[in-house]
């Protein structure tokens, strides 16, 4: 004798393996192009576009420290000295 947990279970079993049969004839000729764009992803434009994303913040960043050090070295101390000079900027 067959229980009614079992019977339901088995049913469910039947209607999944029915819808995975649905969608296995659905995808099957996009399945393959899916694939194809997930490895090239995966090998090719992620690892291209980190090396290329690391770059561009190495040089951002050197942009960046390249200037404040041609402020703090040679702007900012000529302004000092422009200000405190008296001669060449008289007070008004």
Known sequence: ??????????????????????YSDRMRGKF????????YMEAI?????????R????????RLWFTQMCLYR???PLLIRLANDVKVNPPL
């Open 45 to 53: 434009y992620l690892p291209t576009l980190k090396r290329v994303v």
């Open 32 to 39: 393959w192009s899916t694939l194809l764009f997930m490895f």
């Open 1 to 22: 004798m067959v229980s009614l947990t079992q019977y339901r279970a088995a049913v469910g079993v039947h209607n999944v393996h029915l819808k995975a049969k649905e």
């Open 74 to 76: 040679f702007y900012i």
């Open 55 to 62: 770059s561009w913040q190495m040089a951002y960043y050197a």
